[in-house]
């Protein structure tokens, strides 16, 4: 059974195509000069895309945890212990959160579809948070010592431009 497809034509998308789930259907982002035919040709593309990796971003919360701890040892000296990390589907205009006070870290939905380097990535930075709770030097010190930091916020700057959303990539 083929999910439900949501496509979204943008005059500012010139060639990429690009397509994610949220609350049970996909979304596929075309290029506003698309013909149909195209379109269709795309979204077979793209669900097709999707079927193959349906587990990409998609860990449970104790694989989610499993990897921050893991990702906390490798690059900030395990020092950030989350209490909990978790997956939400409420967040409108950020990738992630993180409540410090708590030790809980969300990350939206969105990311699920998103190479896992460019996961891996948002959670070096919620994690960053637990050490260092504002956007100062010694947080991204901490951040920067992720080798693909640079590589993540340009893609999430370029999918966030593409949708026509105003994500902050920075939170």
């Excluded at 990796?53 to 921050?68: F, I, V, Y």
């Amino acid at each position: 059974m083929k999910p439900e497809v949501e496509v979204r034509r943008s005059a500012r998308r010139t060639r990429t195509v690009s397509a994610y789930r949220k609350d049970g259907k996909v979304i596929v982002m075309i290029p506003a000069r698309f013909t149909r035919a195209e379109e269709t040709e795309w979204v077979d593309a793209m669900l097709s895309k999707l079927e193959r990796s349906p587990a990409r971003g998609r860990q449970t919360e104790a694989q989610l945890m499993k990897r921050a701890a893991e990702l906390s040892k490798e690059y900030l000296n395990n020092q950030a212990r989350p209490s909990s990390v978790r997956w939400v589907d409420n967040m409108t205009t950020r990738w992630a959160s993180c409540t410090t006070g708590e030790g809980t870290i969300r990350l939206s939905d969105r990311l699920q579809s998103m190479p896992v380097w460019v996961i891996d990535y948002v959670l070096v930075h919620e994690l960053a948070h637990l050490l260092e709770p504002s956007h100062n030097k010694r947080f991204w010190h901490w951040v920067d010592k992720f080798p693909k930091a640079e590589r993540a916020k340009g893609y999430l700057e370029g999918v966030a431009s593409a949708a026509n959303l105003e994500l902050d990539t920075c939170d």
